[in-house]
């Protein structure tokens, strides 16, 4: 039994519309994530998780392949969920989901929240980098605070851990750590998470990591010490990975 990669592609983004098939490097951005993940070979099978053809058409002929799902789920998770009940996918055990917004996700990132599972350590695993406190002020970015075990202990979008005495933060003794939305999951944890009804905490964040952490369902957090990557949510993301695009592929 093996590694299943989803990559869930969903066309109706509101921030940036059309955005699976919006353009960077000249290549349709879910064709990018796709090609990315897939040349880190951590997976024995990768698949593209759409719901309108010409997203699943797009990612054919880059060479992906491409699995229609309903257009009726609410997350990726749930997308995702589809795709590991299909019977072609039953002989994977370790499901993992990386967003088809995230080009330039790096391969400790994945490999870190694969491993968590494959291991046995934990049902539920993701990552996270180290980041400069500066980002505590910012919801957009989402902060996880870790327990010795490598346990995630909370995700917000505020500034966790709160440092009480503002002249500490450079001596501190932990760093503030980014989450990366890179998700993997035991066929059993998967089912488990979307079977569960929303709860107050993940409609309060708007975070939906937090519905299986508030049930019990331990998440195992991967430290990817590797340059942070960035989602792309709006016209300047767009833009602003467009820049970046050449310097990263010469870096490759």
Known sequence: MGTLIVIPARLAAVRLPQKPLRLLGGAP????????????????RCVVATDDASV??????????????????VSGTDRVAEVAAMPEFAGFDTIVNVQGDEPFIGRQAVQGAADMVSSGRFPLGTSASPAPWTIAENPNVVKVVVGNDGRALYFSRAGIPFVRDSDA????????LQHIGVYAYSREALTQWV?????????????????PLAAGIPIGVAIANEPLASGIDTEDDLAAANERWQEFISRR
């Open 195 to 211: 079977s569960l009804p929303p709860h107050p905490l993940e409609n309060t964040e708007r975070l939906e990591q937090l519905r």
């Open 169 to 176: 933060v450079g001596s501190s003794e932990i760093s503030m």
């Open 29 to 44: 951005l879910v064709t990018r994530v796709w090609e990315r993940v897939a040349a880190m070979n951590i997976a024995d």
């Open 56 to 73: 699943a058409d797009a990612s054919r002929a880059a060479g992906a392949e491409a699995v229609m799902t309903s257009k009726g789920h």
